[in-house]
């Protein structure tokens, strides 16, 4: 995944945010920090999603809304959803990241008929797979792009507009938020918790989840998931499931400053190179069956 530019400590501004709406993956990458390798199910419609923008809206201003998931374009309100950023965020860059594999003319339609956008297609293997470049030749064949070049390391095809920008990432490596699989799944319990931030795969990942504030996904996804892996009475995640983030009422002031500073939740994750994981290796990425 991407790491996100920098976060503007003005009143109640992020320069960035997640918005969670989709649990489900048609992928399983290990290291995803989603978690939505072990097999996560379903989303967030768009009835219950438009009342937490309306909601947030009055509460913060954002550089950049990224819809993410799981594979956001799996949520069936995807088009509403893109909408309803815009309405309720009428001047930030919305942003959506996906691995491609459900891209159709209309979401591409819908993104650039809002503006300010882009579109980030993930390459999650090791070679460009050809049935993906022909779901992206066949979304955006109709739509006049001009080729650029990015200036991000891990962007390898650039398409742009006066309304949407679209950019093809491979990133080669990820980072466990976990110890071992997901039968064994532990915190690494860090002792460095610097050492854990300069390690993490998503150190400034602020994401909105079940209309709450995280500081990032694998915390935020952490109660769900282990549930579905029954596995949350476990007495080693304790310390991590007091972590409620931040709701509405909550001052919103105290989560933006906890961005680049160590956070005791922070010990979850690996202090060392251990966590590291070649993404194009073989058995690190594999497609579910539908």
């Not at 001047?91 to 459900?102: E, L, R, S």
């Not at 080669?172 to 532990?186: A, T």
């Not at 906890?258 to 690996?270: A, E, H, L």
Request: net charge positive; proline share 4%; with cysteine.
């Amino acid at each position: 995944m991407e790491s996100p530019t920098k976060l503007s400590l003005h009143t109640n501004h992020l320069e960035y945010l997640d918005v969670n709406i989709q649990y489900a993956c048609n992928l399983a990458c290990v290291g995803c920090i989603s978690l939505s390798n072990f097999d996560r199910r379903g989303g967030v419609r768009i009835s219950q999603g438009k009342q937490w923008l309306e909601d947030w809206s009055k509460r913060l201003t954002l550089g950049t809304l990224c819809l993410f998931g799981g594979e956001p374009l799996l949520n069936p309100d995807f088009e509403d959803w893109v909408i309803a950023v815009r309405k309720f965020f009428p001047h930030t860059h919305i942003k959506v990241i996906t691995n491609g594999f459900y891209l159709k003319k209309s979401h591409v339609d819908i993104l650039s008929k809002v503006k300010n956008t882009t579109l980030q297609i993930s390459f999650h293997f090791k070679h460009r797979d050809k049935k993906l470049l022909t779901i992206i030749k066949n979304a955006i064949g109709h739509i006049d792009f001009q080729t650029t070049k990015s200036d991000k390391a891990e962007v390898f095809l650039k398409f742009t507009n006066k309304f949407i920008n679209i950019q093809c990432a491979r990133f080669g490596e990820f980072r466990k938020p976990y110890k071992n699989d997901k039968n064994k799944m532990l915190p690494w319990n860090s002792k460095d918790l610097q050492a854990s931030i300069d390690h993490c795969g998503s150190p400034k990942n602020p994401i909105l989840y079940n209309n709450r504030l995280y500081k990032c996904a694998p915390i935020a996804n952490l109660k769900d998931t282990l549930e579905s892996l029954d596995y949350y009475d476990n007495i080693a995640w304790q310390p991590y499931l007091n972590y409620n983030g931040y709701g509405l009422e909550d001052d919103i002031q105290s989560f933006i400053k906890d961005f680049g500073k160590p956070n005791k939740i922070c010990s979850m994750c690996c202090s060392t190179k251990d966590s590291e994981i070649d993404h194009f290796a073989d058995g690190m990425v594999r497609k579910k069956k539908k």
